[in-house]
């Protein structure tokens, strides 16, 4: 298996432009988890998905994140409009039976800086 | 909020010594994982701990949990320069009454050739 899956790897966009991270779990995982990392805040759990069902999304900072996972295989983040603050470092990562079980798998992430 | 939290923050020594990192938790826990992540890539699992374990090895790795302390230990020996890295350990599971994995703030460990 490749692993977790995430593009792009890098992101620049200028303020108020829309910006859409994407990612592909392992096949067979039923979890999946995006986080962001900082020098300031570390790694922050922003929403967390089972059996593509988002069960808590109270990581999420505003209105302006959102998060799908319109099938198994395949998640999105998309941050409308972007500000610099939310210039991060983006994690997917996936488990196979849900946190507290197994490990979970983390793609390479995406270097988000917003201008 | 965190659950976990790591010490040091940082941590210097010099290859072939042994590295001791310490994490501390908030709530009951069904096991407690230990992560690393290189400069700029994601985090790697490297050991798993059952709370009904005390101790657990993997190669030069060695994880200690105390529930009764909600603490957990990760010891490298001989440590090498390809150690050098910043490790995090996470908690979740229905005892702590998350299904999220909670990551403290990490530990820097650099390990001098």
């Known amino acids: 298996d490749a692993g977790v899956i995430q593009s792009p790897r890098h992101e620049v966009t200028e303020m108020g432009q829309e910006v859409t991270l994407r990612c592909k779990p392992i096949s067979g995982h039923n979890s999946l988890f995006w986080y962001r990392q900082t020098m300031m805040r570390g790694l922050e759990l922003l929403i967390y998905f089972n059996n593509n069902v988002p069960i808590d999304d109270s990581g999420m900072p505003e209105d302006r994140f959102s998060a799908k996972m319109p099938n198994a295989s395949f998640s999105t983040l998309k941050i409308q409009p972007s500000e610099p603050r939310d210039s991060a470092v983006y994690f997917c990562?996936?488990?196979?039976?849900?946190?507290?079980?197994?490990?979970?798998?983390f793609g390479q992430g995406t270097r988000l800086t917003v201008v | 909020s965190q659950q976990g939290e790591e010490d040091p923050q940082a941590l210097s020594i010099q290859e072939g010594e042994n590295a001791t990192m310490n994490c501390s938790y908030k709530?009951?826990?069904?096991?407690l994982q230990w992560y690393r992540q290189n400069s700029g890539r994601g985090l790697v699992h490297l050991i798993l701990?059952?709370?009904?374990?005390r101790e657990k090895h993997s190669g030069r790795l060695r994880v200690t949990l105390d529930t009764s302390k909600k603490s957990s230990s990760l010891l490298i020996t001989a440590s090498r320069a390809a150690d050098t890295a910043s490790y995090f350990c996470a908690t979740g599971g229905l005892a702590s009454g998350t299904y999220k994995y909670i990551f403290g703030t990490g530990t820097r460990l650099k390990v001098l050739a």
């Open positions: 709530t009951s826990i069904n096991n």
């Open positions: 990562a996936s488990s196979l039976k849900g946190v507290g079980y197994t490990e979970a798998f």
């Open positions: 701990i059952r709370s009904n374990e």
